[in-house]
């Protein structure tokens, strides 16, 4: 499969303009014409050499001649494995090969343990695909990604007892990656685990707790809102859990803290802080009685 100027332009960051004099001045990249109207193609190899110098470029700060001298200088196949695999990842969900990509996950799978597999490749890449990737690649890579974790998820073996989670994304959150790690974590931890996903509303929430009385809710903000609509969606569902503890975590609450605490939530980055404010929790309560 081949792309055109035009979409490497849009997907890289790189001005067609810009590509046209790298090519003119260092022989890099080095596209195909097509028969008749000598439209400049590019391979799938031309769009990872072409994304690997504008990473260079863009987060390193590399000039363009030293980071096209990188490149040139080292292949994919000289690369770290997990770093072959996502370089490889991103240049199969360029050209839309949803093939290669099921190769890939499947390779990265074979090659980790559970959590290095789920931590240091599946996460990353869901984290890094709204600055990466045009709306049509984004939905095509967050869906595979999604669909592995929730594969990893299921092969957990469930335990019989064991502190229970409900975990959701609230209303008009649709990105539950980090919650499905969060569910794998746990789960792997000896939690029971409830998993409602994405933009569940609060009555949703409230007959969730009243069926399966959680010990911990967990909520997972990753879009972004204003103040006034955060303060609005967490009390709805602060007040559908209670009155079982919540903990909040995800980037699109991160900026919201003063809220969130003064609303009576907990907020937490991993699994483990989870686990420790629920153990606070739990030791608060005997204590009372």
């Keep these: ?35 008749g109207n000598n439209y400049r193609v590019y391979s799938r190899d031309e769009v990872e050499a072409i ?7 863009q987060q390193d700060g590399l000039s363009v001649s030293e980071a096209i001298a990188q490149v040139r200088a080292t292949p994919l196949r000289d690369l770290p494995p997990p770093v072959q695999l996502t370089e490889r990842f991103w240049s199969a969900v360029m050209v839309l090969d949803g093939d290669e990509v099921t190769r890939v996950l499947d390779e990265a799978q074979a090659a980790m343990d559970v959590e290095a597999y789920c931590d240091t490749f599946l996460m990353p890449l869901l984290r890094e695909m709204g600055v990466r990737l045009d709306i049509a690649r984004e939905h095509l890579a967050s869906a595979f990604i999604r669909h592995r974790l ?10 019989d007892d064991g502190p229970r989670a409900l975990l959701a994304c609230p209303a ?33 929430l409230h007959g969730a707790c009243a069926q399966v009385r959680p010990d911990v809710v967990a909520l997972s903000f990753v879009r972004r809102r204003e103040p006034d609509e955060f303060l609005e969606v967490l009390g709805d569902a602060l007040r559908a859990c209670a009155p079982f503890p919540v903990v909040v975590g995800g980037a699109g609450a991160r900026e919201h803290l003063k809220t969130l605490f003064t609303l009576g939530a907990q907020y937490a980055e991993s699994s483990e802080e989870l686990v420790a404010i629920w153990n606070q929790v739990r030791n608060a309560q005997n204590r009372r009685t």
Excluded: C, N, S
């Excluded at 849009?10 to 195909?32: D, K, N, Q, S, V």
């Excluded at 994304?51 to 470029?57: E, F, P, S």
């Excluded at 929730?150 to 335990?159: K, S």
């Excluded at 980090?178 to 409830?194: D, E």
């Design 51 to 57: 994304r690997r110098v504008a990473r260079l470029i």
């Design 172 to 204: 008009r959150d649709h990105h539950e990656g980090g919650l499905l790690a969060l569910a794998l974590h746990l789960k792997r931890k000896g939690w029971r685990v409830t998993m409602l996903g994405a933009d569940t509303p609060a009555e949703a």
């Design 150 to 159: 929730r594969q990893v998820l299921d092969a957990v073996e469930p335990v």
């Design 1 to 35: 499969m081949t792309l055109r100027i035009r979409t490497i332009a849009r997907l890289t960051g790189i001005r067609e303009a810009t590509l046209r004099a790298w090519e003119r001045r260092y022989g890099f990249p080095r596209p195909h014409r097509t028969e």
